[in-house]
């Protein structure tokens, strides 16, 4: 019996994914680069270059609310980090303040950040936010705290520290590590905490809204050394994508060095009751991996990944219901698209 590559098997399955993608929607406004964050209720798409927001009903998309602009008066953005829907309201971190609106665009209250916090999400009656904290510029690591924050984004308590390792080496500046940093991220989902730090390996540390820690989930899991044929293979797409006059100007005398292995996962969502966790695979053939997770980390379903293969920015898309929602311009018609892959 002829043996079949993974290779060749993973362009049938990516051509399985590609017949799968249903277009939802499209959308006449004008978008630059839009970010997608839904609930059971509406659609909202954050476009940090236009420092704009629309909202969209989820049930036939009709806009309901268009705002933003540059500037630093009230409604207005200098820039937009994140965007959150809860308990139909808006929260735009757009430091250096929080500013929440309805879901038909009105203004309801903003609050100032104090010191370098930021990122706010709601829990409970309360926000989870993140602060950086003063530290020695030739350390090798970075420090990032999650900590809970009051109505007025008072500091409660800390909550997590997470460290990461700075992508240049701070004596050689001409030396850049890849990737560039350990993946740490949080989720808040049914009034829990969700916070994944790969610099602990397949790692999760679960709190209650008032801060409690519930517990830990710590997976156990194959590294992935990197190769320096990805290192250089990453350089060539980075030099593309910046220009040559750029690449010229500031990178052109960079050392580009491999860190020794990928990290657990590059990106985690949670949704239904569950954990989706992006991994880059136990082998370079074997691409980009998906692993469902329950919420106390048992594995569910392991499968490729249709959200890094297929070049989607995971990062900016929404799962919801078993599927991933994105956004995608169609070059045709020049408009932006909604769309949806069925993973779970």
């Given at each position: 019996m ?59 998309f ?10 630093a ?13 809860f ?29 370098n ?22 350390s ?10 009051d ?19 701070p ?5 850049i590590?890849?990737?560039?940093s ?8 049914n ?10 390996g ?13 517990y830990e989930?710590?997976?156990?899991y ?8 990805e ?19 500031y ?20 949704n239904?009751?569950?954990i ?20 106390k980390?048992k594995?569910?379903k ?5 959200g ?24 045709k ?12």
């Open positions: 002829k043996r079949i590559s993974l290779s060749i098997l993973f362009t049938i399955f990516t051509a399985t994914i590609l017949a799968q993608i249903e277009t939802v929607t499209a959308f006449n406004d004008l978008f630059k680069s839009p970010s997608l964050v839904m609930d059971s209720k509406v659609v909202c798409l954050w476009d940090q270059p236009l420092f704009k927001i629309r909202v969209y009903s989820r049930e036939k009709k806009k309901l609310a268009d705002f933003g602009s540059r500037g008066g009230p409604a207005d953005f200098i820039a937009i980090s994140s965007v959150y829907v308990n139909n309201s808006i929260y735009v971190n757009a430091f250096p303040k929080l500013a929440i609106f309805s879901l038909d665009g009105h203004l309801i209250n903003e609050i100032k950040c104090t010191g916090s930021g990122n706010f999400i709601p829990i409970g009656n309360n926000f989870v936010g993140t602060q950086y904290p003063p530290e020695n510029p030739n090798e690591k970075t420090k990032l705290i999650y900590a809970l924050y109505s007025k984004l008072k500091k409660i308590k800390d909550l997590y520290v997470a460290e990461r390792k700075r992508y240049m080496v004596e050689e500046r001409k030396i590590i890849y990737p560039d350990d993946y740490t991220d949080a989720v808040v989902y009034n829990k905490l969700i916070i994944g730090d790969t610099a602990k397949f790692y999760f540390c679960i709190f209650d809204f008032n801060g409690k820690k519930l989930i710590n997976r156990p194959t590294r992935r050394k990197i190769t320096q044929e290192v250089d293979e990453d350089a060539r797409k980075f030099r593309k994508s910046i220009g040559e006059t750029r690449y010229q100007m990178f052109s005398n960079v050392d580009r060095r491999a860190r020794g292995f990928y990290p657990a996962f590059d990106n985690f969502k949670v239904g009751d569950k989706f966790a992006f991994s880059t695979g136990k082998t370079r053939e074997s691409k980009n991996v998906l692993l469902i997770l329950d919420l980390g594995l569910i392991e499968t490729v990944s249709p890094i293969s297929l070049g989607l920015g995971i990062k900016r898309a929404y799962i919801d219901n078993g599927s991933i929602f994105f956004m995608d311009e169609n070059e018609t020049e408009q932006w698209e909604l769309h949806r892959i069925k993973i779970d």
